[in-house]
């Protein structure tokens, strides 16, 4: 059973274009971090949020808990080809040393 | 980014063949995971330490096993080698299960 589903699996788009991902769950979370991955890396951490209904900006991208922090949702204004990679959501569950559980993940391409 | 290491970063091997893949870390940190990536996959949970000598299993442990003697090292072996585990293996570390965790550069291997 996979706890936090992705969409869309897959997004090409433009430069300059705008663009919203989503990670949706019918559990409840602690926490909610994103992580990008480059090619030949492993995934680095972009933000943590905490508090349902949390609203958290790094530069273009803007980050959101769902009021019920069961989903989350990740923006990015303008984009970049220097945004392109993959995407990962990962919930928190605050159960003894129970660990995060990751999402699918992302893979969006911005095209110059 | 030195906090964390993992060796080798490439193997190509033959089925049926032990591979031991090792995970170092200088943070100090008491939480290590190992993953494996596969396409359409994600990251998916083999093994992890909670502490020396303390494991648990994740949802793909099988065929696979661990050893933690010391903070530092945490060590997965495959102890027969199959091509369903021609994958991309990535170790974590964090200071708690719910935090952010950090991520090595990844393992690349193939059994043929």
């Known amino acids: 059973t996979q706890l936090l589903e992705q969409s869309p699996q897959f997004l090409s788009i433009q430069e300059g274009e705008n663009l919203t991902v989503y990670c949706n769950s019918s559990s409840v979370f602690s926490s909610l971090q994103w992580y990008r991955q480059e090619p030949g890396e492993g995934p680095v951490l972009l933000v943590t949020v905490v508090t349902g209904g949390e609203v958290k900006k790094l530069k273009r991208l803007t980050f959101q808990f769902g009021d019920a922090r069961k989903d989350s949702s990740l923006h990015i204004t303008a984009a970049q080809p220097g945004d392109t990679g993959l995407y990962l959501c990962?919930?928190?569950?605050?159960?003894?040393?129970?660990?995060?559980?990751f999402g699918k993940g992302t893979r969006l391409s911005v095209i110059a | 980014d030195a906090g964390i290491t993992q060796s080798p970063r490439h193997k190509v091997t033959e089925t049926g063949t032990p591979v031991t893949l090792r995970c170092h870390q200088t943070?100090?940190?008491?939480?290590m995971y190992w993953y494996r990536q596969d396409p359409g996959h994600g990251l998916r949970l083999i093994h992890y330490s909670y502490g020396v000598k303390d494991t648990d299993k994740g949802e793909v442990s099988d065929g696979y096993s661990v050893s933690r003697s010391k903070t530092e090292d945490f060590l997965l072996t495959l102890e027969s080698a199959t091509s369903s585990q021609t994958s991309v293996y990535f170790c974590a570390i964090t200071t708690g299960p719910n935090s952010p965790q950090h991520f090595g550069d990844g393992t690349r291997l193939s059994i043929l």
């Open positions: 990962a919930g928190g569950r605050n159960s003894g040393n129970t660990p995060l559980v």
């Open positions: 943070e100090n940190h008491r939480y």
